[in-house]
């Protein structure tokens, strides 16, 4: 009898806790408004303007049926349920793919916003956030017109198969909470046919933003920073006479820090692995001379351009390469400050060791 | 509040009638129209004959005794003289009234002196095929290669099905008689020297101990000796395909026949045992694997499919990729219902469908095919009663069902879901973990002749494992499962060698 009197209590605990877990809202699939891209911006009095966008899939099958929503609020808590008033059906926050913010808003600083992404359990982190050199608002109601919800993939397969470098939301809060390193991330901007296009990359100092990279800086910088970047590059960069370019496109790179304490420099050995996509007619392949005439070229023109690339992230006194970071896993008696006193003035040499593995063939 | 009432326990032997006299034993059967008492000779002769005419072969009467007995009737002063005068095998004699009287109900023609009722000669002409169908394909469980021979209702047919497969005098059939009012007999079947013999008496003791009255068939006979008989699942594996009855008897494992039905019982069984099929054996292996993965892909669709569909569309929409948000969206915007009821009604009409294609005779059974198919398939769909998301998962599922080749398994599976379906209406990815947690411990605590149900995957038995998902190869395993504890662990050797390097056209 005492035995099953446990037994029961043993099943009411269990039921309670089983019951009491599952006390969540249902969240039916129909009746609920999905957010997409949601936009952040500042007014001009100080307040947080957020814009989402919403696929009204009931109405279409494609995402061709986009309703936009615009909220203005002091506050980043209040955008869901000032949101919420407007539609129909609850506003949910867990498909966002695209986090945007204006420039004018990530120059302000976004510390309090980020503060919030963490506090924010619907949001995955395998999703992208990037700065748009137009406001937020301006950017998204341009991608509405284009009837079309890929900003993500957009940004996803350039940093694949591009030149971008590859980010997310969990890379990025790795980068901007944490020590001797800054947070990048990729640009948009609507070019001249009003179309939203990802453009060079953009990096944080602390929580905002300063400095954008053009396009061929962010090819290096994935160069440096990825293991596996298909970017492409022209060398000589200013070369006009079509039959002198030399092109050629990242297959696999490898870098490796050095952090020499004595002399406080810092070694940087690129190992590329590379495709030379077009070259001069001068150059016969076939000789081994003239592959390492070629070769110089390249590499000198890489080695030029990694260093510039670093000199003004050094002017900048921005760091998203994580070089604080390197040095510190070298140094026990690194310290934040005093690092990045000296880090205007830090020398670092770059050398670059190439390898073509093939010509010709489009891989 | 939960205690039993504790019966008492019921008399021994209650349902029977008891005749107490040889005279009450005839009483009785005339009182039945096919019992017949005639008197072949002239009308002063003492001898005598009785039999029920719907159980004997008429022919064998009138050929190869009637004849016999008329021509030598005056010169039968005893009984015993019969042995000499009639050609038939099997002449008993008796003074047993109790004896008499099942032997008459076994077809016996009981020969006696009119005013002498004290012994009976007992002429056994019974016809057992009388009523039996003669084709024996196998009804339910199919096969593309491999034999297609499957049992009939008539025990001495099956057993001699068995015996014909399998011509070892170490095959055992012990007959126990079951049913204290009409007799079936039961066999049991099992290979001396291989079989373990605690599943043996285990399974005897089980049949002895029955106290029924009539058993029906097998299946029935199959719950009444079944380890649990509150769980969906079936303990034993019923099958009406001979060789896979010979394929266990030479694992090990035991084989329950009775009389009046076309399905064999084999035990102990185990849960991934339900899954292989005898075509599994007569396939390359490599295929064979497949395909058994294919089942148990699909048990595991078949009980989940629905349940997961309500519980991602209720409360986890995160996991749908984007890309696939605006086709189920659109199909399910129209839809006035929550999943849970989109998804029950579905499935009741899937197995209303099922249960009537059952029931229907075949002639009127195609159009079934048509009104269940296309017409309330389509018509739900445009009637907006579900979406057509949710008419795909419930008919994949369904079919899947049908991919575990033991029936009543199949069944289990197809019940299975509801309990899910609900649990995933609840508490949506929980309730379905909860679902799981419980299904697996209930699986865990089934015994089967009191070997462990899971086995070998719980408890862990090495070596067990890979032949439960997949058919291994014959050559690497050659041995019978050992954790089926069988007496003798080897079965065959393969042949050595059989690619040589050096061949008629070796270059």
């Known amino acids: 009898m005492k035995k099953r009197k446990q037994h029961l209590v043993f099943f009411l605990i269990l039921v309670c806790i089983v019951s009491l877990l599952g006390c969540a809202r249902t969240r039916i699939i129909d009746k609920i408004s999905i957010v997409h891209v949601f936009g952040f911006d500042q007014a001009d009095n100080g307040d947080l303007v957020g814009t989402a966008l919403f696929p009204v899939y009931t109405k279409s099958k494609g995402s061709d049926q986009i309703q936009y929503l615009e909220e203005q609020t002091p506050s980043s808590v209040l955008f869901v349920p000032r949101m919420g008033a407007h539609t129909s059906t609850p506003v949910q926050l867990s498909k966002i793919r695209v986090l945007l913010f204006g420039k004018e808003y990530a120059e302000a600083g976004i510390q309090d916003m980020v503060d919030r992404f963490m506090t924010t359990p619907q949001l995955g982190t395998n999703i992208q956030i990037a700065v748009s050199t137009h406001s937020a608002k301006e950017t998204l109601n341009t991608f509405k017109k284009e009837k079309s919800l890929t900003l993500a993939e957009r940004i996803e397969h350039n940093m694949e198969g591009q030149s971008l470098p590859t980010m997310n939301l969990h890379v990025f809060l790795n980068h901007f909470y944490g020590e001797g390193l800054d947070a990048y991330v990729p640009i948009v901007t609507i070019d001249e046919k009003e179309m939203v296009t990802a453009e060079g990359m953009g990096v944080f100092k602390d929580d905002k933003f300063k400095l954008q990279l053009n396009p061929e800086q962010t090819a290096l910088f994935s160069l440096i920073k990825d293991y596996q970047s298909l970017a492409t590059f022209k060398i000589p960069p200013g070369e006009k006479d079509r039959s002198e370019i030399i092109i050629v496109k990242g297959f696999r790179s490898k870098s490796n820090w050095d952090w020499d304490s004595k002399e406080e420099q810092i070694n940087l050995r690129l190992q590329l692995e590379m495709t030379l996509s077009q070259h001069s007619r001068k150059y016969n392949l076939e000789k081994a001379e003239d592959i390492n005439k070629l070769k110089k070229i390249i590499v000198t023109n890489l080695e030029k351009g990694v260093s510039d690339l670093l000199e003004t992230f050094k002017e900048n006194e921005v760091d998203p390469l994580g070089i604080g970071n390197i040095v510190r896993s070298k140094d026990r008696n690194w310290d934040e400050e005093s690092f990045y006193q000296l880090y205007p003035t830090l020398p670092i040499h770059v050398n670059v060791n190439l390898q073509i593995i093939h010509s010709g063939l489009e891989g | ?507």
């Open chain 2, 1 to 507: 509040m939960f205690r039993k009432r504790r019966r008492k326990p019921l008399d021994k032997r209650k349902y029977e009638t008891v005749d107490k006299t040889v005279s009450d034993v005839f009483e009785r059967a005339n009182k039945s129209s096919d019992f017949t008492t005639i008197s072949p000779f002239e009308k002063d002769h003492p001898l005598q004959i009785s039999f029920y005419k719907t159980l004997i072969d008429p022919s064998v009467l009138q050929k190869s005794v009637l004849p016999f007995l008329k021509e030598k009737a005056s010169a039968i002063m005893e009984l015993s003289d019969l042995t000499n005068m009639i050609p038939i095998e099997g002449i008993k004699f008796t003074k047993d009234y109790l004896e008499l009287e099942k032997a008459l109900h076994n077809g016996s023609v009981a020969v006696y002196f009119k005013d002498k009722k004290d012994e009976f000669a007992l002429l056994n002409i019974n016809y057992a095929r009388l009523g039996q169908r003669e084709t024996n394909d196998t009804q339910n469980e199919f096969s593309v290669i491999g034999p297609k021979i499957g049992f009939i209702e008539d025990l001495t047919t099956n057993l001699h099905l068995i015996r014909d497969h399998l011509s070892t005098s170490d095959l055992i059939f012990e007959e126990i008689v079951v049913g204290s009012r009409a007799q079936t007999k039961v066999v049991i079947a099992y290979l001396d020297g291989v079989t373990n013999p605690d599943y043996i008496d285990t399974a005897k003791q089980r049949i002895q101990e029955l106290d029924v009255d009539t058993s029906f068939d097998n299946t029935q006979l199959e719950q009444l000796i079944s380890d649990n008989t509150k769980t969906p699942f079936p303990l034993f594996i019923t099958t009406e395909r001979v060789d896979r009855t010979v394929g266990s008897l030479l694992q090990g494992q035991i084989v329950v026949i009775s009389d009046k039905s076309s399905y064999a019982i084999i035990g102990p069984g185990t849960l991934m045992e339900f899954f292989s099929n005898p075509e599994d054996f007569y396939l390359p292996s490599i295929i064979a694997s497949f395909f058994k993965l294919i089942r148990i892909f699909g048990m595991l669709f078949s009980i989940f499919a629905s349940a997961f569909y309500i519980a991602i569309f209720t409360f986890h929409f995160e996991v749908v990729p984007k890309d696939l948000l605006g086709p189920i969206i659109f199909s399910r915007a129209n839809v006035p219902f929550p999943p849970v009821i989109e998804v029950l009604f579905l499935e009741v009409t899937i197995d209303l469908l099922r249960e009537a294609g059952a029931r229907l005779p075949t002639k009127i059974g195609q159009t079934l095919g048509i009104v269940g198919g296309i017409v309330i398939g389509q018509a739900t769909v445009e009637a907006a009663l579900t979406s057509n998301i949710l008419l795909i998962i419930v008919a994949l599922a369904a079919l899947s069902s049908f991919t575990t080749p033991i029936y009543k398994m199949s069944n289990a599976v197809r019940l299975l879901r509801y309990p899910f379906i609900l649990l995933a209406a609840i508490w949506g990815g929980l309730g379905i973990y909860v679902g799981l947690i419980l299904l697996i411990t209930h699986l865990s605590r089934l015994k089967s002749l009191g070997v462990p149900y899971l086995l070998p995957l719980y408890p862990y038995r090495k070596g067990g494992v890979v032949g439960s998902f997949v058919r291994p190869n014959y050559v690497n395993y050659n041995k019978r499962p050992w954790y089926l504890r069988p007496l003798s662990l080897k079965r065959y050797f393969p042949a050595n060698d059989k690619d040589p390097d050096e061949g008629l056209n070796t270059e």
